[in-house]
């Protein structure tokens, strides 16, 4: 059974950077697609970006241009890197994994890490 843990959320100020961290346990990483999701405040969790085993990726309109979804297969991590950061982009986001894109974007059947919270401040 897979499992996923973040890292790498905290507060910072509209306009700066942050990474975020998603390590992988329990399956071949290398097999998996993996992506980010967000959950703001009073809203419903909504897809960020995805990217395929082998390296394909996929964002929201929202964040296309300021956020990299990234993989390192050696060490069964994927990372978002955030920058020009906006206080609407404050939310608690989270890392999910499934055999493709497609599910992963259904999020229906992800398995799901507990998330990180990222506060920007104007």
């Known amino acids: 059974q897979v499992q996923v843990v973040e890292s790498g959320g905290g507060l910072v100020q509209a306009g700066d950077s942050l990474r975020l961290s998603c390590k992988a346990s329990?399956?071949?990483?290398?097999?998996?697609?993996m992506g980010w999701f967000r959950q703001a405040p009073g809203k419903e969790r909504e897809f960020a970006a995805a990217?395929?085993?082998?390296?394909?990726?996929f964002y929201d309109d929202s964040v296309k241009g300021r956020f990299t979804i990234s993989r390192d297969n050696t060490k069964n991590t994927v990372y978002l890197q955030m920058n020009s950061l906006k206080p609407e982009d404050t939310a608690v986001y989270y890392c999910?994994?499934?055999?493709?894109?497609?599910?992963?974007?259904?999020?229906?059947?992800?398995?799901w890490g507990q998330g990180t919270l990222v506060t920007v401040s104007s």
């Open positions: 999910a994994t499934a055999d493709t894109i497609a599910t992963i974007r259904e999020a229906k059947r992800n398995v």
């Open positions: 329990g399956r071949s990483f290398n097999a998996l697609a």
């Open positions: 990217i395929s085993w082998r390296g394909n990726t």
